[in-house]
């Protein structure tokens, strides 16, 4: 029993694990192996509330807290890591911003539909040459009467094939170095708006992942998120919150690898008894089961911590470092314990594997977390 | 329509190392008795919009849980009967109680319950406490509608279908078969923990005297409760057809089976 965890919490967690078990388990491996995103399974995901997890009630959201948020993301990507990975990006880094720093028109324009799942978000700061450094941006935004004019050339946007409501990160001001970017609100469907192909990735392949391009793309100037060059410091602010829903994600994945580990070690038998009663296998289910709780404890302390309305820039950041390299951790040792079966297609814990590799790189890589962990405990030292 | 709904929570998990009769219960895994969700569904959808549900469940503390489940699939309100003298019912003073309580809630149109429980499993409970009521019983329902005070319900039985009519208030056992609701959205989970009214009433509320409740009004006593060792196991293979197919052959291969 999670003591960590109220009531509701628990309810919320079991509510969502019984949803998943219906909708997502069941086509998982094949949403994987078609690269498939689900529309049929997103429509009753946006029905139950899981596109606007933290949106105020009022806006058509769920008013959950941001506990409930990690339990959410985590039960879903215990099922699919690509329907986890949209709608955490989804909540945190395109509905979040939308919240935290849009006008009462913006909120009420966009929320509703985001956080009802008709529509569907993305964040669009990842360019060729700004990745880890996003000070690097090149996209521009250049002023012309009441419209912005955009060109901007985004890659790996996470919902990307998929995304009606884009938060572009584009220079408003290029002199001003990274005090000059700013954050617009672009929709699908506008002039000079286009989608490009779909990335063909290792993992998280139920999600449409592609690059998007604005070519003299006009964006009214009521779509300009917060005020001229606050881009970086919302998208950091986006980011922080994001960390924790990557960071549930991975505990997601890798709790699906301890069980389908357990499951496999208790059922295959070598040497006249089933696996799991050898020692070096007992001792990786031990090791996987000490990095999924220590992992799911940091992503709940780094939730709480934001719910508690004080910084939680560093909590968030160990939570997605080590929730995501135990992930990496805990999804190989579940391929070992599969020996061969473990390198197939045919088994689960294959596709887990894969989809766990890319939670040390996205929304900040593990390196980069590592550098903000050390600058927050060596100013907490001082 | 007013209409009760009676729940039950149930535990989650294999009890293990249980020692006599009673099993011991945490919040984490006590969950709403799965054959109540249809239950639950039906009493709504038969109130409609206007009616009223109302979800009964006699349980200790830990059986709050089943009653939010409940609440978060569409039921309005929701009484615990809880008293430390209700302890060690079985199924006649587990209806006494439930009979008393649906007497301080009347007028009810309607109470119902699910076909019977995922653990004990007995299925008297219903019936028990419609003799109690004094109301008619429809048993095994797979729908039903109401129209000017008369329940008119289709009955599943033993590979055939009855249609039943009945006036009201009676009492109505849901059959499995009826699928449960969609699973609650957070919005919904989100209103049964932090809007909707949840009480507890005790055996005085109920105006039950303690030599009718829990084992001292208990006819019947569970002595033991063992495991029974099943000869064989059956394992459900998941995904598509073809996806199915090739993992049982490849698990026969395997064993050297084919």
């Known amino acids: 029993m999670d003591v960590f965890l109220n009531e509701k919490n628990r309810a919320v967690a079991r509510s969502v694990r019984r949803f998943c078990d219906r909708h997502i388990a069941p086509i998982a491996a094949s949403l994987d192996a078609e690269a498939r995103f689900p529309w049929e399974v997103v429509e009753k995901m946006g029905e139950a509330g899981y596109f606007g997890i933290q949106a105020p009630v009022e806006l058509s959201g769920a008013g959950m807290d941001t506990v409930d948020y990690a339990l959410v993301i985590e039960e879903i990507s215990r099922a699919c890591g690509g329907l986890g990975l949209c709608v955490t990006v989804h909540n945190s880094v395109a509905l979040y911003p939308i919240l935290a720093f849009g006008t009462k028109e913006q909120k009420e324009r966009f929320v509703p539909d985001l956080a009802t799942g008709k529509k569907i978000g993305a964040f669009c700061l990842t360019e060729p040459n700004a990745g880890s450094d996003a000070s690097g941006v090149e996209a521009t935004a250049v002023e012309d009467g009441d419209h912005y004019v955009v060109n901007a050339n985004k890659v790996f946007v996470t919902n990307g094939g998929v995304a009606d409501v884009c938060l572009i990160f584009a220079r408003t001001d290029p002199a001003a170095g990274r005090k000059g970017i700013s954050v617009l609100v672009a929709e699908r469907g506008a002039p000079g708006f286009s989608v490009g192909e779909l990335e063909d990735l290792s993992g998280m392949r139920a999600n449409p992942v592609s690059s998007i391009r604005l070519t003299d793309c006009r964006v009214p100037k009521e779509n300009l998120l917060g005020r001229p060059g606050q881009g970086l410091a919302i998208g950091l602010a986006a980011l922080d919150t994001g960390r924790i829903g990557i960071a549930a994600q991975a505990v997601g994945i890798a709790q699906a690898a301890l069980e389908e580990g357990v499951r496999y070690a208790k059922q295959r038998r070598q040497f006249g008894a089933p696996i799991a009663s050898h020692q070096a296998v007992s001792a990786m289910i031990a090791d996987m089961a000490c990095q999924v709780e220590a992992a799911r404890l940091l992503v709940i302390r780094a939730a709480m911590a934001r719910d508690a309305g004080g910084p939680f820039t560093k909590e968030s950041a160990m939570a997605k470092l080590y929730a995501s390299e135990a992930a990496g951790n805990v999804t190989d040792m579940a391929v070992q314990i599969h020996g061969g079966y473990g390198y197939s297609r045919t088994f689960a814990v294959e596709r887990y594997w894969r989809d766990a590799r890319v939670t040390r790189i996205y929304e900040g890589t593990s390196e980069i977390h590592r550098m903000v962990v050390a600058r927050s405990v060596m100013e907490e030292l001082e | ?258």
Not at chain 2, 97 to 102: D, E, G, P
Not at chain 2, 151 to 170: H, I, N, Q, W
Not at chain 2, 191 to 205: E, G, I, N, R, S
């Open chain 2, 1 to 258: 329509m007013r209409v009760a709904v009676c729940v039950k929570s149930v535990v989650s998990k294999e009890p293990k190392n249980v020692k006599g009769p009673f099993v011991p219960r945490s919040p984490d895994q006590c969950v709403l008795n799965p054959f109540d969700r249809p239950a639950v569904g039906l009493a709504r959808e038969l109130a409609g919009e206007t009616g009223e549900v109302c979800a009964v469940s006699m349980g200790p503390q830990t059986a709050m849980g089943a009653l939010r489940e409940a609440l978060a699939l569409g039921a309005d309100r929701g009484v615990l009967l809880c008293d430390p003298a209700l302890a060690g019912s079985d199924t006649l003073a587990t209806s006494r109680a439930l009979a008393a309580a649906a007497k301080r809630l009347s007028p009810l149109d309607l109470v119902v319950f699910g076909t019977r429980s995922a653990d004990s499993d007995t299925g008297h409970v219903p019936p028990q406490t419609a003799v109690l009521l004094g109301l008619p019983l429809v048993s095994w329902v797979v729908s039903a509608k109401i129209s000017q005070g008369v329940l008119s319900a289709l009955r599943a039985a033993d590979g055939f279908e009855e249609k039943v009519r009945a006036p009201l208030p009676a009492v109505v056992t849901v059959h499995p078969k009826v699928p449960a609701p969609e699973e609650p959205g957070l919005a919904d989970l989100d209103a049964a923990f932090d809007k909707k009214p949840l009480t507890c009433w005790d055996l005085a509320a109920l105006g039950v005297s303690p030599g009718q409740a829990g084992q001292a009004g208990s006819p019947t006593t569970v002595l033991s409760m063992a495991r029974t060792k099943a000869g064989r196991s059956c394992e459900l293979l998941e995904g598509s057809g073809r996806d199915q197919a090739r993992e049982l052959v490849r698990r026969l291969k395997d064993k050297g089976l084919l």
